[in-house]
């Protein structure tokens, strides 16, 4: 070579030829350099977390400076090969922590801590795996993790066979500090577990995953609570029969009873259906309610067998007995006599509990009743009972896909419990709204509704209820014994206990011109009649238990009347897909 000057790029010393060029002085000094250059970039690097970013196409971090650059260039290889068989992704890091005495646990901190930052391995996969080395400050100790994401665990390398990798092979190359070794070992076996098959089922498995969670979650949910709208939208829901203040209503028709009308109202069986029938009997002279003195709340008892009344009480019971039963009520009145044949005809309140278990017989022959009738297409309950049991069977599927989910685990399952357990609740709030009334009901319902304005207004201006029968208007209401059957049937229990308490306050104060009516039914245990609890001077009242008169203990007793026993009370950066830690997995490793 010539140099720019023209002189021969060689010169001749003491007989021996040199090539011109930086001598092995200037060699050493390049070579130290660039030592001393590693370690003040190595010190300057703080030990993580949180780590320095990633760089594009590196892998390995020698933050710590143990690895020599063919191991590093080896250690590159071996990681590309695996990504370009099956897509996982591998990283090396070393760090000197910069304290002695590190932990297993704070290891495995930072190893998870490094996956999560820089997103290793593939999102929704979950395939990414570290080894991490976690130095002492002489370089010689410390602690290495062998960490593998969930879905590499479960796709290559088990916390198990990676724990054993570690105790087997790396750690006597570890305690020798041939960190080369140690790295080369480890990633001979990842590479030889990353096969394309192990790849595939992975790759299947979390297609189904999330087939399973994204598709078949709305799926389910959207078709069983679409399938519940569509029936009720069909079937459930009550036809339209138009109802105005100013439309004039006919008479009800003689087989709708007021405990029906209650049905009807509500749009299934009802405990208003039931105290309406108990009322309907009594108004007819068949029972009697007695109430007895109690501490805690009234207490009733019922005469299956009340004397005669008056002219004017027997009139009235005539008149009420006019409109015929329905099987409801004649089973009711059947059990009630059934239990207080034992004792003269009287049901004690301690004994009125077991009429409880005839409740179900009622609500069955009243729902009955209004099919037979046809304001009904099929019985409420059983149209309520068909959608709770599809609702429970979807809260029970879902509950167990939940469980299955967490167990195996499986996220696309748990999301299906998820949505099987959401349209199961809807399922059931829907069963109520199933049954529907038919044309002919819906012209009831709308009835029953011009009834109840009616009632209500004239309620609310009424001194008595026989101002109620007189203002109403309503000229198939023709005793006040009925007003209150129909109130309660029309859900005006409030207003009925108003009137009488506006009745009764006449009477105290002498207001009164006329004697105004009071329940005949509705009695003390002596055998005194509701009024004369009202009556000037009287010191307590025959509605409850206390001296103040109390008329709504009256409706409120009566209402339990039923109860049974028991009841009466991206990419990101760095060149990594995005993977994280997958809040599981698992480290294998220890300390040396």
Known sequence: MTRPDGSSGESTTGGSTTRGGPGPLLVVLAALWMLVSAGTASAATPPGPPFPQPEPDRAVYDLAGIFSPSTIATAESIIDGIETRTGAEIIVYSQDAGYDGITTDETLERVVALIDQWGVGRAGFDDGAAIFFDLEPNLRHGQVQIYGAPGYEAAYLSNGERQALFDDEMLPLLRGADFDGALLVALER????????????????????????????????????????????????????????????????????????????????????????????????????????????????????????????????????????????????????????????????????AFGSSVARFDRALEGHVVERGWFREKPSKAVARWRIRGSLALILGLSGVVGGLS?????????????????????????????????????RAMLAAYRRTLKKTMDGARSMDDVVRDAGLRWLDTPDQAIVWGTALGLQDEIEKVLERSLDDVREGRATVSPYFPAWYGSQSGASFAEGGSPGSGASLFSSSGIPNIGSMMSALGTIGNSPSSSGGSSGGGFSGGSSGGGGGGSGGGF
Do not use: C
């Open 190 to 353: 990842m590479d030889a577990s990353a096969t394309p098959e192990h790849a595939q089922r992975l790759e299947l498995a979390r297609q189904l995953n999330a087939a399973v969670g994204l598709v078949g979650a709305p799926v389910i949910f959207l078709g069983l609570v679409g399938s519940a709208l569509f029936a009720w939208r069909r079937y459930g829901d009550d036809p339209v029969y138009l109802d105005d203040p100013s439309i004039l209503m006919p008479a009800p028709p003689p087989d709708l009873t007021a405990a029906s009308g209650a049905l009807v109202v509500d749009g299934t069986s009802s405990r208003r259906a039931l105290t309406t029938a108990l009322l309907d009997l009594a108004s007819r002279g068949l029972i009697a309610f007695r109430e007895e003195p109690s501490l805690l709340r009234t207490k009733l008892g019922v005469d299956v067998d009340p004397p005669p009344g008056d002219a004017l009480v027997e009139a009235h019971r005539a008149r009420n007995a006019r409109r015929p039963m329905s099987t409801a009520e004649e089973l009711a009145l059947r059990d009630l006599r059934s239990l207080g044949a034992s004792k003269d005809g009287y049901i004690e309140p301690d004994e009125l509990p």
């Open 408 to 444: 195996v685990p499986m996220s696309g399952l748990v999301m299906l419990g998820v949505a099987g357990i959401g349209a199961g609740i809807v399922l059931l709030v829907i069963a109520r709204s199933m049954p529907a009334v038919t044309m002919p009901g819906a012209m009831i």
